[in-house]
């Protein structure tokens, strides 16, 4: 049975920084592309960030240069590392897991998690 467990979310002061896991099971999470994916209040989905089976890396232009995306395969299990945290980053976010690239990881997806919510505030 396939299960994807955000968590590391939390309330955080601007400039700050979190660290969001994602820990999956029921597949081998080195297998796939995983993505970090966010949603806002009223707002649809935004993607973050993608790690690929070979570990290449690629983060949205919002977040580039503050957030990293890492796994740990040995643990099976997806990191987002926040930095410098902005007001506007203030979203719930999920890791999302495809066969392949995609710049909406979110469309015809089935596997969520309950996510984990980052609310940045001062």
């Known amino acids: 049975q396939v299960q994807l467990v955000e968590s590391g979310g939390g309330l955080v002061q601007p400039g700050g920084s979190l660290r969001l896991s994602c820990v999956v099971s029921g597949f081998t999470l080195k297998s796939y592309w995983m993505y970090w994916v966010r949603q806002a209040p009223g707002l649809g989905h935004e993607w973050v960030s993608v790690?690929?089976?070979?570990?290449?890396?690629r983060h949205a232009d919002a977040v580039k240069g503050r957030f990293t995306i890492s796994r740990d395969d040995a643990k099976n299990t997806l990191y987002l590392q926040m930095n410098d945290l902005r007001l506007e980053d203030t979203a719930k976010y999920y890791c999302?897991?495809?066969?392949?690239?995609?710049?909406?990881?979110?469309?015809?997806?089935?596997?969520w998690g309950q996510g984990t919510q980052v609310t940045v505030s001062s």
């Open positions: 999302v897991y495809r066969g392949g690239y995609t710049d909406y990881p979110w469309i015809s997806y089935n596997n």
């Open positions: 790690i690929n089976p070979s570990g290449g890396r």
